[in-house]
């Protein structure tokens, strides 16, 4: 019964979505209030019956219904109660319902809270935002019915996929989801614009909030991902440019070149064609990443039971919504007005170079995740592009961009000061140099590239730091003054402090685990002895554990330094016999130096395992944890960024607009 | 010349949207990896019988000098598909006059021996890999997998997997009528 009021709720939902797609727009072009204002009503119930329908699936899950397929293929009644939970969204099916109901839940944030929006833009908006859901429900109920029955049902499941059987993985889909989707808003309110030919500060500002919301949770769900693939998967290493990570990582790189534009437009008024193109190919980007995954286009670790059907249906919807966009854009953008002029060297000159970098850095990730398809088409070869090309093209334009990102926060708008900047700079640069120096000569190894970077990370740190105390006149005041000049800083100021002071931690992280991991790979036999980063650690033996769906070997390894016991550790190989697959848990040491990482692999053959002789895998990681504390540094300053008072919702408008009080034009 | 810029988006958008209609091409497996051994020479190794077994060991001489191509199969005891695919093999050797020659491998000898005594044997000859090491110079992913070497040593075609099913009975004919590794008239 439950199964049907979710099927059932999930038909109203796109009836509703269906008025929505038509009704506001409608209204706004005649100038019918009523129309209008009917899109609050409709995006509201959309997102009560999608949640509806979500809890009606979530509720067979719980209960192991399994007279219903999705819960037949995905779960299995011994599973803990946390991954029963999970699995809702563990399949194609479940996470589709998953991707419409943040969908919904955007567009019933923006009828909900955004009284400050002018009726006509606000109608268009959630016009556009209906027609993706009439296109994404359509597909679900049409290609992918979550809520469909099995007779005879089955004993019991098949269980989820134990990978996915993952306190990362429950929080990893809904957080990049949230992130992915919420583009959609900002598309919407994109194409709405370009529907009503206007573009104005005002717009930007609207548009920023969903903007760092959908960037917050995609950077904190990328990094969840990352982090999972390190610690669950035992693939000992946080990125592989594997195609499925990088549709994920495309939209961020253009959703962070987004919000640096929209800052332009909604400051200085310029830049407008350009933000509104930003906002079009980021939500493109997240539906091509939904295209990818489910259409068995590429190879990839992740994706999802492949089926033609379903690919041809989605890239349909892309092609209608893509297409569409970006053909609306020829239209109507060569209409929109340049806004303020500014010198080579200003603020709008550095967010820019900023955008440029990006958006070559995000198309040169599109190019090498989708190159083996275009070059198969195109000559029948068939490649695969893996980290040597990512590695090589994308550093150097993120070195590069590091440079601008050190620089760009001193800069002013419209005209900066040269000499004054490089009196203030020249300190940082002086001080990012002795740090790459420094670590030279502690060091001594490692590829030249990592100096190079380790400058760029030291290079951003201090200038970041420095332009901060300028703005508090740091020991240029009393502190009692400084601390009074920070409590009046805009939140704004300080989560983008806080943010680019997380990318320079991250590439730390990035650098010291890359550059100076070290590796060994034993086939070693209790008492075996093995040395790796000064650690002197020496296998015990393993033995068989019973968990409570699974059954591990354990391993025992017991971590000296000098002698004196660190630690140990208990890497294990479990074994799921329902699902019949075997995952890799390792055991790690974690300190702030460094990561010391330890797996466990089956023999490789009989004879071997006989002889009591395990294939050990040992990594050090120096400084990896740095990866995870710059990503939660991001991940704060967005939002401190979103609280800012400029931004908050309901918060009183001030009396004067950015736009009119930027400096009279010269 | 603006309104040209404006339109680049969308002209890119719709290139891109014609590769993935032709990726979306359901014949199209983006996982199957062309072998590097195709029209190369094949390796070289020379190998054992298998303990216990009357059949003969097999090298890479053996492959080389036939009136027409072989079939070299890579099979072991423990491995499921294997099995399956043993009734394939055996009716192409005994219906479609093919000479097939095997490599067994990582398998331990009496277990090889129960599971041909058990199923028959249709290889003419078989190398016993024990080590792994043949199967390294022949570029295994995995077994089963069958290979069709011509008369001057030159593989022509790789079959990864179990040749079990429609599909794949009939991939593998073509391969063979194609390559000649059946006499005139067979494998109809």
């Known amino acids: ?666 | 010349m603006k309104r040209l810029i404006a339109g680049l988006p969308f002209i890119a958008a719709v290139i891109f949207g014609g590769f993935f209609l032709w990726g979306l091409n359901p014949d199209r497996d983006p996982n199957e990896i062309p072998s590097v051994l195709i029209s190369q020479p094949a390796p070289a190794f020379d190998l054992d019988p298998v303990p216990g077994l009357e059949t003969p060991g097999l090298a890479r001489s053996d492959l080389v000098g036939n009136e027409r191509p072989v079939v070299v199969n890579v099979f072991a005891s423990w491995c499921v598909p294997c099995r399956a695919e043993h009734a394939v093999l055996t009716r192409f050797v005994e219906r479609d006059g093919m000479r097939l020659f095997g490599i067994n491998y990582k398998d331990k000898p009496e277990d090889a021996v129960k599971w041909l005594n058990d199923l028959g044997n249709p290889y003419e000859r078989i190398g016993s890999d024990l080590s792994g090491r043949t199967g390294i110079e022949w570029g295994l992913s995995g077994v089963p997998e069958t290979f069709i070497v011509d008369s001057d040593g030159t593989v022509l075609f790789r079959y990864v997997g179990p040749v079990v099913g429609p599909d794949a009975v009939e991939r593998f004919t073509q391969a063979l009528k194609q390559a000649g590794a059946l006499p005139n008239g067979a494998g109809s």
């Open chain 1, 1 to 666: 019964m439950v199964p049907e009021i979710g099927h059932f709720a999930l038909a109203l939902a796109l009836a509703l979505a269906l008025v929505q797609s038509v009704l506001p727009i409608a209204g706004a072009s005649r100038g019918n209030a009523v129309w209008m204002k009917s899109a609050q009503a409709t995006a509201i119930g959309q997102v009560l019956f999608v949640a509806i329908a979500f809890a009606a699936l979530m509720q067979a899950f719980i209960v192991s219904d399994f007279t219903v397929r999705n819960v037949v293929e995905n779960s299995h009644s011994l599973k803990p109660m946390l991954y029963k939970v999970a699995g809702t969204w563990g399949s194609h099916e479940g996470s589709l319902l998953l991707w419409i109901l943040i969908l919904a839940v955007f567009g019933a944030g923006v009828a909900w809270f955004g009284s400050n929006i002018p009726a006509e833009t606000k109608a268009r908006t959630l016009s556009v935002q209906a027609w993706i859901s009439v296109g994404f429900l359509s597909f679900l109920l049409l290609t992918s019915n979550p809520f469909e029955r099995v007779f005879p049902p089955p004993l019991d499941g098949n269980d989820l996929n134990p990978l996915l059987q993952d306190m990362g993985l429950a929080m990893h889909p809904p957080l990049l989801y949230f992130g992915y989707v919420g583009f959609s808003i900002v598309f919407s309110f994109a194409v709405a614009a370009l529907i009503e030919g206007r573009v104005d500060p005002a717009w930007a500002r609207w548009v920023r909030p969903w903007t760092l919301a959908a960037w917050i949770s995609l950077t904190a769900g990328i990094a969840l991902g990352s982090w999972w693939a390190y610690y669950e998967l035992g693939w000992g290493g946080w990125w592989f440019w594997d195609p499925v990570e990088n549709v994920s990582f495309m939209p961020w790189l253009l959703g962070t070149a987004l919000l640096h534009s929209a800052i332009v437009t909604e400051k200085r008024d310029a830049f407008k064609s350009w933000t509104i193109l930003l906002a079009i190919l980021t939500f493109s980007l997240s539906l091509l990443g939904t295209f990818i995954v489910r259409s068995g286009l590429l190879t990839s670790v992740h994706a999802f039971a492949v089926d033609p059907e379903r690919g041809v249906y989605i890239l349909g919807l892309l092609a209608v919504s893509i297409g569409g966009s970006l053909a609306l854009y020829a239209w109507r953008a060569p209409e929109m007005e340049p806004g303020g002029l500014f010198r080579p060297i200003s603020r709008e000159a550095g967010l820019l170079v900023n955008n440029l970098i990006l958006a070559a850095a995000t198309g040169t990730v599109l190019f090498g995740t989708l190159y083996p398809l275009i070059l198969e088409a195109v000559t029948g070869d068939k490649i695969s592009v893996g980290p040597p090309f990512f590695n090589a093209a994308f550093i150097p334009m993120m070195l590069a961009l590091v440079v601008f990102m050190g620089l760009g926060p001193f800069l002013s708008w419209k005209r900066a000061d040269i000499a004054g900047l490089l009196d203030r700079i020249q300190f940082v640069a002086v001080l990012a140099v002795i740090a790459a120096l420094a670590a030279w000569y502690l060091l001594n190894g490692g590829p030249i590239m990592a100096y190079l970077a380790i400058l760029g990370a030291a290079w951003l740190l201090f200038a970041t730091l420095r332009e901060w105390a300028l703005r508090i006149r740091l020991f240029e005041v009393s502190l009692a003054e400084s601390a009074r000049r920070v409590r009046n800083l805009p939140r704004a100021s300080h989560g983008m402090t806080l943010a680019h002071a997380g990318v320079a931690v991250l590439m730390m992280g990035m650098i010291g685990s890359t550059g100076w991991k070290s590796e060994e790979i034993v086939f070693a036999a209790p008492g075996t002895e093995v040395t790796i980063a000064g650690f002197d650690i020496t296998f015990e033996g393993a033995a068989k554990v019973q968990g409570p769906n699974y059954i591990a070997d354990r391993g025992t390894l017991v971590v000296r330094r000098d002698g004196e016991l660190v630690t140990t550790l208990f890497p294990e190989r479990r074994y799921y016999p329902v699902a019949e697959s075997q995952t890799t848990e390792s055991a790690i040491r974690s300190t702030l130096a460094g990561d010391l990482y330890t797996s466990i692999a089956t023999p490789a053959s009989d004879q071997v395992n006989n002889a009591g002789a395990w294939t050990l895998r040992i990594l050090y990681e120096p400084l990896v944890n740095l990866i995870w504390i710059g990503s939660i540094l991001l991940v704060i300053g967005g939002c401190l960024s979103l609280s800012d008072r400029r931004l908050r919702v309901g918060a009183p408008r001030r009396a004067k607009q950015p736009a009119t009080d930027a400096v009279p034009a010269e």
